[in-house]
């Protein structure tokens, strides 16, 4: 029997992996060994208990005792904090799923790396922060990553049986987000609710409000460089508002093959937990008769700058991708809090590269987690001091 973990189990990924463990069998399919996650003890208490997790962890260490409470009787393990969360990453099971929003997902995913396990990689603020390190880590430990964001998954399924020497671009797609037909002046006094609602996806906040400004597509860019080592001009950004394609090879003898499917995590994930079978998974079929027709435009850079902050932190290397991915989750923080405007996140991050492109050792990527550590918390220190200074 396979055994998984489950990181940042209680979130909008983590759900769409416990649906899809628990219709393959759950506990009679899969042996469970760790699950995490945060606030939501309830839930993660009783994900636990139906997949007979070993061991469950709150990254909060103040929830541990409701934790124990929640488990009463079940044998299974509770455990609380950071650290414990990293533990988790370290504990064998054959497969992992790293669905933790932000940098807080790069130490579990190490560990993960480090004993040379299988990391099915839907937190791309590793890959973006510390993309070197994450890709060195696997390498030198033999262990795999597989890609479970929708375009990256896409992409690595178009490439199999291809050599990426013959491939002269990779596009994803990007739905364009809540805004993607607002008038641009209207942008700048876009609430904290219109930015969290997503036209196609079902997710979590950040990623959601990180739709409607492009960051996640500007993280995409660069997870798609560090994973798949191609350079900046290689890689597309196109508008496609129905969320269908979800990516595109093109190869230097003019043929592309795109992937196309339902929006519905499901798929990646699956892909990701069989690979590399494919079994039937609970995702509607696609219908393009009924759908019509697809429609395409190029990204708006004065609407979306960060697509344009993406370029510029492949070109600088070293700490960029750390700093931009801190200075963002900061602006992120602000806007959700009411400190800041939606058109005032991408400048923030931007002042905030420029003051740490300055910084002794800004050129080399970070070797450790201490270092990236290090500039995550200069990048957030100097975005939030911005704000201050601005409030
Ligand atoms: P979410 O906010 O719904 O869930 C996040 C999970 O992480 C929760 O289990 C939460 O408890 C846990 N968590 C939060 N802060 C933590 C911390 N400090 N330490 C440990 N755990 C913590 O987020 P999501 O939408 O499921 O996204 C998860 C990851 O997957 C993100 O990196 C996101 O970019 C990526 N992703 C999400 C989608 C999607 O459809 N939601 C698609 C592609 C990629
Ligand atoms: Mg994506």
């Not at 299974?76 to 650290?83: K, L, R, S, Y």
């Not at 809540?178 to 609602?197: H, I, K």
């Amino acid at each position: 029997m396979r055994s998984v973990s489950v990181l940042g189990a209680t979130g909008s990924i983590g759900e769409s992996a416990f649906d899809l463990l628990m219709r393959a069998g759950g506990p009679e399919a899969f042996r469970t060994v760790a699950l995490t996650g945060a606030a939501n003890i309830t839930r993660l208490a009783e994900m636990a208990r139906a997949l007979r997790a070993e061991i469950a962890v709150t990254a909060l260490p103040e929830k541990l005792g409701a934790l124990r409470e929640a488990l009463a009787g079940s044998g299974i393990e509770a455990a609380a904090g950071p650290e414990a969360v990293a533990e988790a990453g370290a504990r064998p099971a054959d497969w992992v799923l790293s669905a933790i929003v932000g940098a807080a997902g790069l130490p579990p995913g190490l560990e993960v790396l480090r004993r040379g396990g299988t990391l099915a990689l839907a937190n791309k603020e590793s890959l973006v922060a510390a993309g070197r390190l994450v890709m060195d880590q696997a390498a030198q430990n033999g262990a795999r990553i597989l890609p479970v964001d929708s375009e990256h998954s896409a992409v690595f399924q178009a490439l199999q049986g291809e050599n990426l020497d013959s491939v002269a671009a990779v596009t994803i797609t990007a739905s364009g987000g809540a805004f993607r037909d607002w008038p641009l002046e209207r942008l700048a006094r876009a609430s904290v609710a219109e930015a969290s609602a997503h036209p196609n996806w079902a997710m979590g906040q950040r990623i959601t409000i990180d739709s409607a400004s492009m960051f996640n597509k500007a993280l995409e860019v660069i997870e798609a460089h560090e994973f798949f080592g191609l350079s900046c001009d290689r890689i597309k950004v196109l508008v496609h508002p129905q969320s269908i394609i979800h990516a595109m090879v093109s190869h230097h003898d003019g043929g592309s093959i795109a992937h196309l499917g339902a929006p519905d995590m499901r798929h990646a994930i699956g892909y990701a937990l069989h690979w590399p079978q494919r079994r039937a998974l609970p995702v509607a079929p696609l219908d393009l008769a009924s759908l019509g027709s697809l429609t395409f435009r190029a990204p708006d850079e004065t609407r979306w700058p960060a697509l344009r902050l993406a370029r510029e932190v492949i070109l600088a290397g070293g700490a960029a991708g750390a700093v931009l991915n801190a200075a963002k989750e900061q602006a992120l923080d602000d806007f959700i809090a009411g400190r800041c405007g939606f058109m005032d996140m991408a400048p923030a991050v931007e002042r905030v590269l420029a003051a740490c492109a300055g910084q002794p050792g800004f050129a080399t990527s970070p070797g450790d987690l201490a270092t990236v550590l290090e500039w995550d918390g200069m990048a957030r220190r100097l975005a939030a001091v911005r704000q201050a200074g601005a409030a």
